[in-house]
């Protein structure tokens, strides 16, 4: 037992190694991460007293224990046998298919790479492009939504600064989940994207066992309060108006609450921009059969170093108002008493609805709109009837300032033409000219009022 025993180097240092290995898996690493995971938990209940509506432990889960808990979901179960039986195979090979289903949706979301990272680089970009305004239909009614409900903000979809904006405004409410399809499936992005909460989506997916798991993980999601935020049309308008609602995600939603249970209040959120940063490769894309946008690369890059470099030499500029307005929000609950027997249609249609009420006017589409609606105009009236208009909603002076920039942009990016005071659409950039005048809100006219007859007999008056 004593004596001495002789081992080459080699042997020694992979005997310590394996030692070292062992003693850090067993005891280390566990306490480190312990450690971590205490402060975690408590940087998180800091947080959670400033925020309107907390962070829910579902949304703190660990990312392997979410996705265990979703493919033993019974719903998924059923799922999984259904689709051995159709398919001919063993359920062992569908559950598998299950897995790699739940791994491609589940988030890992980090709630300080979210409001460390994610909340500063949103409002750093948000002002660094637009001066952001936000409104509200009725703030009191935002505040008055029941605490324990889940909230799903429901969004028109102009631009992909979309999500930048709308995560920066609702930094002191939560931390969103957003639904995104499939565009952002592409490393680092999609590790980033995940980390933020959001979950990936196929849109266009044939296979019922994967459209089970993301029903399940969605009910998951909303049985537990997960803030979430969705944009119905399901993608970026091509023609500048709202579409038509897709669906999926409400079906999901619908599906997987119960009257008495936890109540959902969807909250209409209504965008809209001086300037669309996609704006040409939308108009393009448009003119085509199908939904590509031919973005390359090297024009995104050549754009954004074309922006840099006006920074540099002092001859930046904003590219205008970037516009939010919360409209007026929705129980579930309560909807479900009162509407018809299509409850998803019925409740669709009200959402985009109030939306389209919500749309907030700002002047590049305003301009638009009374250029084409009147040919040739003055530059003079325009500005001051969308001022007026501006006004009505509670614009203040500082928002008003913003009204001959918007209009100088538009001469500059030749979608209209000034001549002696005069404005008339440009010939050569028609199709934007349309794309904005069709976001203006005078030409949505949802509620049927007489404001866009108003507007355009004055105009040309």
């Not at 999609?190 to 019922?208: N, T, V």
Request: charged share 25%; hydrophobic share 45%; aromatic share 10%.
């Amino acid at each position: 037992m004593t004596q001495t025993v002789e081992l080459p180097i080699w042997l020694f240092v992979l005997i310590v190694v394996f030692a070292a290995v062992t003693f850090a898996s067993h005891f280390l690493f566990p306490s480190v991460r312990w450690f971590f995971r205490r402060r975690l938990e408590r940087a998180v209940e800091r947080l959670n007293q400033r925020l309107q509506r907390p962070i829910q432990p579902f949304k703190l889960a660990e990312r392997h224990d979410m996705i265990q808990r979703l493919i033993y979901d019974p719903q998924v179960g059923q799922a999984v046998q259904h689709h051995a039986e159709e398919h001919g195979i063993p359920e062992a090979v569908a559950f598998e298919q299950a897995r790699r289903y739940a791994r491609e949706i589940v988030p890992s979301f980090s709630a300080f790479m979210y409001f460390s990272f994610a909340i500063r680089l949103a409002r750093w970009l948000s002002n660094a492009f637009y001066n952001v305004r936000l409104s509200h239909e009725d703030e009191a009614a935002l505040k008055e939504i029941d605490p324990k409900a889940t909230v799903v903000f429901v969004m028109n979809h102009r631009s992909n600064m979309d999500y930048v904006l709308v995560t920066y405004l609702a930094a002191q409410q939560s931390a969103l989940s957003y639904a995104v399809g499939e565009w952002a499936r592409v490393w680092p992005l999609s590790r980033l994207i995940r980390a933020m909460g959001a979950y990936f989506i196929r849109r266009k997916s044939g296979s019922e066992l994967y459209r089970q798991v993301l029903a399940s993980y969605v009910r998951l999601a909303t049985n537990a309060g997960v803030t979430q935020a969705m944009f119905p049309e399901g993608g970026l308008s091509l023609t500048g108006s709202l579409g038509r609602p897709k669906l999926g995600l409400l079906k999901y939603i619908i599906d997987g609450t119960s009257p008495d249970g936890r109540d959902v209040v969807f909250v209409p959120v209504a965008l809209n921009y001086d300037r669309v940063l996609e704006d040409t490769i939308l108009t393009a894309a448009a003119l085509g059969s199908e939904r590509r946008f031919r973005a390359r690369i090297g024009v995104i890059t050549r754009w954004s170093l074309k922006q840099i470099w006006r920074r540099i030499i002092g001859r930046y500029k904003r590219f205008g108002l970037a516009s939010v307005r919360y409209g007026l929000p929705i129980s579930l609950q309560e909807f479900r008493e009162q509407a018809g027997p299509d409850l998803m249609t019925d409740l669709a249609r009200e959402l985009m609805r109030r939306i389209g009420r919500a749309i907030p006017l700002v002047p590049a589409p305003a301009a638009c709109w009374l250029v084409r609606e009147n040919g040739t105009i003055s530059e003079s009236d325009v500005q001051s009837r969308i001022a007026e208009l501006m006004r009505r909603e509670g614009a203040t002076d500082e928002d008003l300032k913003a009204i001959p920039p918007a209009i100088e942009q538009l001469v500059e990016r030749r979608i209209l033409s000034r001549n002696n005071g005069m404005l008339s659409p440009s010939v050569e950039r028609l199709d934007l000219m349309q794309y904005y005048a069709a976001s203006a809100p005078i030409s949505e006219d949802p509620d049927g009022s007489a404001a866009a007859k108003e507007i355009s007999a004055a105009a040309g008056s």
